[in-house]
């Protein structure tokens, strides 16, 4: 029965998914938007969270009993639930603008000489650090609408279209809600139980290729690598030696947790994994992150993250750094840089909670 094929129950509850998964997002509030002009750091209030019920769905593409493989597109939607969230859609917050300050660095170096014009024409139509009055609605998933200009500049860095924006409108999620995820081909650990749910494929890719540097050779570029599955499934009869892969297309990469101890989560005895912290450590501590730090002609990307990583390298360049909440077991620097930032190792830790005899598996991946 725990075998992915069709009429058993590890294939309908993988396929359509039966019960809730609950996202819940929290945000920042920047309570001195002028702060950039005045010389001052930004202060920011958090606030939230808000909740949405995420639902998946696989479309079955082919299954290969030869190569003991099934693809599927995977959709997902999202659902908001009020009575679980703390405010409505519709609240408004200041933010800081990402276009604008992502354009306003790498005008720079895609469009030497004619940068400063473009940075002044979007200033004349009201562009700046930040955004204010923008509801939580259009940041997430529907997108905030922003000035035509925008259009045909904010694709000019190397790499995938940027999904942020979209026909004028731009949104951390735009184009993420009813969205398909891409086509996936997995091994269903039929003949070899030991590849069960492993990620074969992506998008017909065996591997990214965001990570390669021309400085490392072939059996190095293990930074592309596409390792373990998609995050729903696991090995069945794990043990506490066994490491955690997934892969996810928004993190642009493969992560991986360790055991840390035994919990018991609504009564079920359960493996808790977290992230090591060598995971995200800068190559100073950790050489094997050294192809996940990409130099480039600015000190941005010059510098390597410790606690964190650069993941511009996916989004058209974009000046974006993926840490845990609060800049948790991140560089002091980042913290030093804002206040307001309270890390706490109870809230803003990764972890990953395990049922080891079958496959199914419980998250609480909290990201800023």
């Known amino acids: ?48 969270p808000y909740t949405f019920e995420e639902k998946r769905t696989r479309t079955i593409v082919d299954v290969n009993e030869e190569e ?16 679980l969230s703390n405010g409505t859609l519709d ?25 400063n014009i473009v940075i002044r024409m979007l200033e004349n139509v009201g562009e700046t650090y930040t955004r204010k009055n923008v509801t939580i ?10 000035p035509e200009l925008y259009t045909p500049l904010v694709n000019i860095g190397p790499g995938n279209d940027v999904t942020e924006y979209h026909r004028g409108r731009f949104g951390y999620l735009l184009q993420i809600n009813g ?31 965001y990570w390669t540097d021309p400085a490392l050779p072939a059996d190095q570029q293990y930074c592309n690598k596409i390792n373990g599955s998609d995050g729903s499934a ?17 993190l642009c990469r493969s992560l991986h947790f360790r055991y840390h101890e035994d919990a018991v989560v609504h009564g079920i005895n359960v493996f808790k994994f977290k ?8 190559p100073l501590k950790n050489p094997d992150n050294h192809c996940f730090c990409r130099k480039g002609s600015d000190d941005f990307k010059d510098r390597c993250v410790d606690g964190g990583y650069y993941v511009g390298v996916c989004k058209k360049d974009a000046r974006i750094v993926i840490t845990k909440p609060h800049f948790f077991e991140s560089e ?10 309270k890390p706490n190792p109870d809230q803003h830790d990764t972890e990953v909670y395990v049922e080891p005899l079958w496959f199914q598996t419980i998250c609480d991946l909290p990201w800023r």
Do not use: C
């Open 234 to 250: 696991n090995l069945p009869l794990m043990t506490k030696d066994s490491p955690v892969y997934i892969f996810h297309p928004y």
């Open 137 to 146: 609605r259009d940041m997430t998933f529907d997108g905030v609408k922003v």
């Open 332 to 341: 002091q620097r980042f913290s030093d840089s804002v206040e307001g930032m």
């Open 275 to 282: 992230f090591p912290k060598y995971l995200f450590a800068s």
């Open 1 to 48: 029965q725990i075998q992915l094929k069709k009429g058993t129950i590890a294939w309908d509850m993988w396929q359509n998914i039966p019960v809730p998964i609950y996202i819940k997002t929290w945000n920042f509030n920047i309570t001195n938007p002028n702060a950039m002009k005045d010389g001052e750091k930004f202060k920011v209030e958090e606030f939230g």
């Open 68 to 83: 003991d493989t099934v693809t599927y597109n995977e959709n997902v939607n999202y659902f908001f639930h009020p009575e």
């Open 91 to 115: 609240d408004t917050y200041t933010v800081a603008n990402p276009l604008y300050i992502s354009l306003a660095t790498l005008g720079h170096q895609y469009l030497p000489g004619i940068a």
């Open 179 to 209: 969205s398909n995820q891409g086509q996936f081909k997995i091994k269903t650990g039929i003949k070899d139980p030991s590849t069960f749910g492993k990620i074969v494929s992506w998008n017909g890719l065996k591997e990214v290729t």
